[in-house]
C-alpha cells in the first residue's frame, strides 16, 4: 500500500530516496513534510539510513550556499582558489579581485585599497582608490577626519568629495 503524502517520512524506501540518493537537508524533507527537524532525524536513526558527514554538505551541496560568496571581517569574499591572495580556505577580498581586474594585474604586497565611502561592502571600482603602501592608506583616513571637522565648523552648505586623481579627500561647496 502506497504511503500518503503525510505519511511520506515513515517510509523507509522514500526517506533513504529524499536523504541519500537525491541529497535533500533533513531541513528540507522537514519543510516538505511539515515535520520538525527532530522528527526526521529520528526517522533517520529508525530506519538506521547513515548520517551524511559533513565533507558531504561543502559549498553546492550544502543548504546555506551562496555560490561562493561570503562575508569576512565586514567584507565581501570570493571563492577564487587558483588566486595568490586566496586565504586557506581559497576565498580572496572581493576589493582585490575588483581592482586587480580594473588595472590588469596583481596588487603587490605593498599595495592596500582604500574604500572612498568607508563602506567595506561597496565594491564599485568608482568607490576603491588604490593606495600605494599601508601609510598612503592611513593618510588618507586621518585626512577624513580632519575634513570632517572643518566641514561641521562651515556648516551645513558644505560636503566631502573625494578626488581619484590625487587620492584625498577635499571639501565641496554644495550650490542651491
Known amino acids: 500500500m ?10 523507509k524506501e522514500w526517506l ?5 540518493t537525491k541529497e535533500k537537508h533533513i531541513h528540507e524533507i522537514a519543510n516538505e513534510n511539515n515535520v520538525s527537524y ?9 530506519f538506521d539510513i547513515p548520517r551524511r558527514s559533513q565533507k558531504d ?8 550556499w551562496k555560490g561562493g560568496i561570503s562575508k569576512r571581517n565586514g567584507y565581501i569574499t570570493l571563492l577564487k582558489h587558483n ?3 586566496a586565504d586557506r580556505d581559497g576565498y580572496v577580498y572581493e576589493h582585490i579581485f575588483v581592482m586587480e581586474k580594473h588595472i590588469g594585474r596583481a596588487l603587490t604586497s605593498e599595495e592596500e585599497i582604500h574604500h572612498i565611502d568607508e563602506n567595506k561592502t561597496n565594491n564599485r571600482i568608482n568607490n576603491l ?15 577624513l577626519g580632519k575634513i570632517a571637522l572643518d566641514i561641521y565648523k562651515l556648516g551645513e552648505f558644505y560636503s566631502i568629495d573625494f578626488d581619484h586623481n590625487k587620492g584625498q579627500y577635499y571639501i565641496k561647496r554644495l550650490e542651491y
Not at 57 to 64: C, I, L, T
Open 38 to 46: 527532530s522528527v526526521i532525524q529520528r526517522r533517520l536513526v529508525k
Open 2 to 11: 502506497a504511503c500518503t503524502e503525510k505519511e511520506n517520512y515513515n517510509n
Open 57 to 64: 554538505r561543502k559549498r553546492e551541496k550544502n543548504p546555506n
Open 16 to 20: 533513504y530516496k529524499e536523504y541519500i
Open 129 to 143: 582608490y588604490l593606495c600605494k603602501d599601508y601609510g598612503e592608506h592611513m593618510q588618507i583616513h586621518q585626512s
Open 83 to 85: 588566486h595568490p591572495k
